[in-house]
């Protein structure tokens, strides 16, 4: 091979890499958690909270918000979960994909529904260390 294509494709793989980084940068360099608690429920039960927050996207007046935080929650019963921010009336609220589980967080307590009903993790609300 001489010495040209060995160049190129040194500049190719090192062009590739650089895309690839940009494109994972999220995976690469997650973001940071803008707060974390834990929620002590009812039957001993308790989840671990992690919140990040989004990306601010301006809207247009009169279109309703665009929600782009996100939590990461560790329940007591080994479940781990990651779900998005979606628009609600009050509180914050993250539901996965297809809104089977639903976490509401409206000032100390959260909401936990799975399939519409709040069964696994009732009562809940926020440990404060003393």
Do not use: H
């Amino acid at each position: 091979m001489n010495k040209f294509f060995l160049y190129l494709l040194i500049v190719l793989l090192v062009a590739g890499g650089m895309v690839w980084s940009v494109k994972n940068k999220a995976k690469i360099f997650p973001k940071e958690p803008v707060a974390q608690f834990t929620f002590n429920c009812d039957g001993n039960k308790s989840i671990d909270a992690t919140f990040y927050g989004g990306k601010i996207i301006e809207i247009q007046p009169g279109e309703p918000p665009i929600p782009t935080g996100s939590v990461k929650l560790k329940l007591s019963d080994g479940r781990r979960l990651e779900l998005s921010q979606t628009i609600s009336a009050s509180g914050v609220r993250y539901a996965n994909s297809d809104e089977s589980f639903v976490f509401w967080n409206k000032g100390d307590a959260v909401l936990v529904l799975e399939n519409n009903t709040e069964k696994d993790y009732t009562n809940c609300l926020i440990q404060y260390l003393d």
